[in-house]
C-alpha cells in the first residue's frame, strides 16, 4: 500500500508539472507563488544515479563545490575496506585511542586517550552513529596520521575519478578545504557498492551497541522509504543537511545525492521523493516510454531559524543555519471558518484542553489595550506557512515551526487539503494582531509568510 501511495504522488506531480507548463495555476495563486522549489535552496545540489551503469537521471548543480560533512566518512570507510581485503589491517586488530582522536566533537563514542577498540567495532560506531572520534582513530590506524590519512584520501578520490574533492580530515567535521559534489558524491557510492559489496551492509544497520549503550543509526529512511538500504547522512552549519543513499527495486538500484537540505525532515522527504522519480523514471522506460529525467519535484523547505538539531558532527556552528520561505511573496487566501474532517489541530495533536481559549483571549486583551481596534480582531486569523506534497510532512513543519517561533506557541495546527494532491500548513485561532506580528517576526528574518484572513 505504502509503494502505491508514494507511486500516486509521483504521478500527481508529473500531472501538476504538465498543468503548470499548460499555463494553469492554483486558483489564488501566481506560477511564481504556487509552490516553493527546494531546489531554489543556495546550498541545494543533488543527483540520481543509476548505480548499475552509470546514468545520471536527474542532476543540479551537481559539480559545484559543496562541504560533505558527514559523508566525507565514506572515504574513511573505503580506505578501511580497502585494508581489510588486502590483509593490511584484520577487523580484530586492536585501535588505540589517542588524545587527538578522543578530542573530537560528538557525535562519539567517548573513549579515553589509551583506551582500545577492536577494528570491526570501530568500522560500526563510523558506519552506524558517525563518530568522529573513531574516525580519526582508524585513519591513525591506517596512515599514521590524521593529517596523512586526509592526503590519502584525497589520493583515492582523484583516482576514483571524484575530480572535485578534496579531503582535509577523516571525519568532516568544519574545515573550509573539505570539499566536494553531489557527482563525486555518487561516485564514491558506486566505487564501494562494486568494490566492496561484502562491506556494504554495515550501511544498513539501523543500530550499534557498545558497552551497553545503545545508539541508532542517522539515516532515518532505513525501514521507512522503501528499498532504502545504506550509506551516510552529514550536518555542519556551512553545508546543511546532507544525505547519500542506495535503494533497490524491482531488481534495480539507484543512488541518490542531496546536499543543503534545510532541515532533516525536508532533505529525507526529498531524497524519498528522488528515488520515487528516479524508479518511476525505470519503471516507465520498461513498458517502453522515453522518459528520461526524473525532475519535477516541488516540495517546499521548512522555514524560519533551525533550532539546533543532534547533529553528527556536533561542531556548535547550527545556529548560523538560515532558512528559506516557502512561499516568496505573502497573498490573502480566503478559508471557511470551521477546519474539514481531515484537517489536523494541534487540540487533536497535542492534547491541549479546549479551557485555554477563554484565558488566551483574555491575554490578547491585556496584549492589544490601548490598541485601535481593528476588524476580525478575533480567533478567526491564520498563517500559512506553505503547501505540501504529504500530510505527514505538512504536519511534521507545522510542530517543528512552532518550537522555532514563540508567537505560534498558542496557535492551532492545522492542515487542509489544497488540490492537485497538495495540503496546504497553516497555523489558525489567531487574532488578526497576532498573525502580523508573527508574519512580522518571520520577514524580520528575511522570510515570508501569508495571513489568512476570515471570511466575510
Not at 522549489?37 to 543509476?50: C, N, Q, R
Not at 474532517?341 to 477563554?358: I, L, M, Q, S
Not at 494582531?433 to 508573527?438: D, L, V
Request: some cysteine; proline content about 5%; glycine content about 8%.
Amino acid at each position: 500500500m505504502y509503494s502505491l501511495a508514494r507511486r500516486a504522488l509521483v504521478a500527481l506531480s508529473f500531472l501538476l508539472a504538465a498543468v503548470m507548463a499548460a499555463g494553469v495555476v492554483a486558483p489564488g495563486a501566481t506560477r511564481a507563488q504556487s509552490f516553493f522549489s527546494f531546489t531554489e535552496a543556495p546550498k541545494y545540489a543533488a543527483i540520481v544515479v543509476d548505480a548499475s551503469t552509470g546514468e545520471v537521471l536527474y542532476e543540479r548543480n551537481a559539480d559545484s563545490p559543496r562541504y560533505p560533512a558527514s559523508i566525507s566518512k565514506l572515504m574513511t570507510l573505503y580506505l578501511t575496506f580497502e585494508a581489510l581485503s588486502s590483509g593490511r589491517l584484520h577487523g580484530d586488530d586492536v585501535i588505540v585511542v589517542s588524545p587527538h582522536a578522543a578530542s573530537m566533537a560528538p557525535s562519539k563514542l567517548g573513549l579515553r586517550p589509551g583506551e582500545t577498540i577492536t577494528v570491526e567495532d570501530a568500522i560500526q560506531a563510523i558506519a552506524v552513529h558517525s563518530a568522529n572520534d573513531m574516525a580519526v582513530a582508524m585513519a591513525e590506524k591506517i596512515g599514521g596520521s590524521e593529517s596523512r590519512f586526509a592526503a590519502m584520501m584525497t589520493l583515492k578520490a582523484h583516482e576514483l575519478g571524484m575530480s572535485d574533492t578534496h579531503y582535509d580530515n577523516a571525519s568532516g567535521l568544519p574545515d573550509p578545504r573539505q570539499i566536494s559534489s553531489a557527482r563525486d558524491i555518487a561516485i564514491l557510492c558506486r566505487a564501494i557498492l562494486r568494490d566492496y559489496p561484502q562491506y556494504y551492509h554495515l550501511f544498513s544497520e539501523r543500530s550499534f551497541t557498545y558497552a551497553g549503550h545503545y545508539m541508532e543509526n542517522h539515516n532515518h529512511l532505513l525501514g521507512r522509504t522503501p528499498g532504502v538500504d545504506g550509506f551516510k547522512t552529514g550536518y555542519i552549519g556551512a553545508s546543511g543537511f546532507n544525505l547519500a543513499a542506495s535503494a533497490v527495486r524491482d531488481n534495480r538500484r539507484l543512488v541518490v545525492v542531496v546536499l543543503g537540505g534545510s532541515s532533516t525532515a525536508a532533505r529525507d522527504a526529498h531524497v524519498a521523493d528522488l528515488f520515487d522519480a528516479g524508479f518511476e523514471v525505470l519503471n516507465r522506460r520498461a513498458v517502453g516510454q522515453t522518459t528520461t529525467v526524473a525532475q519535477n519535484l516541488h516540495e517546499p523547505a521548512p522555514i524560519g531559524d533551525v533550532v539546533r538539531p543532534p547533529t553528527e558532527e556536533g561542531s556548535g556552528d547550527q545556529a548560523g543555519v538560515r532558512i528559506v520561505l516557502a512561499d516568496p511573496q505573502p497573498v490573502q487566501h480566503m478559508i471557511a471558518p470551521e477546519a474539514p474532517e481531515h484537517a489536523y489541530t494541534a487540540v487533536a495533536d497535542r492534547g491541549r484542553p479546549p479551557a485555554r481559549e477563554e484565558g488566551r483571549r483574555e491575554a490578547r486583551a491585556e496584549e492589544t489595550r490601548g490598541e485601535r481596534p481593528r476588524a476580525h480582531d478575533d480567533d478567526s486569523w491564520g498563517v500559512q506557512v506553505g503547501a505540501y506534497r504529504q500530510r505527514g510532512q505538512a504536519r511534521e513543519e507545522l510542530a517543528s515551526l512552532e518550537h522555532r517561533y514563540s508567537k505560534l506557541g498558542d496557535a492551532d495546527r492545522d492542515v487542509q487539503a489544497a488540490g492537485h494532491g497538495y495540503f496546504r500548513a497553516r497555523f489558525s485561532g489567531l487574532s488578526a494582531t497576532e498573525a502580523r506580528r508573527a508574519c512580522s517576526v518571520m520577514r524580520a528574518h528575511h522570510e515570508t509568510c501569508e495571513i489568512v484572513a476570515p471570511e466575510g
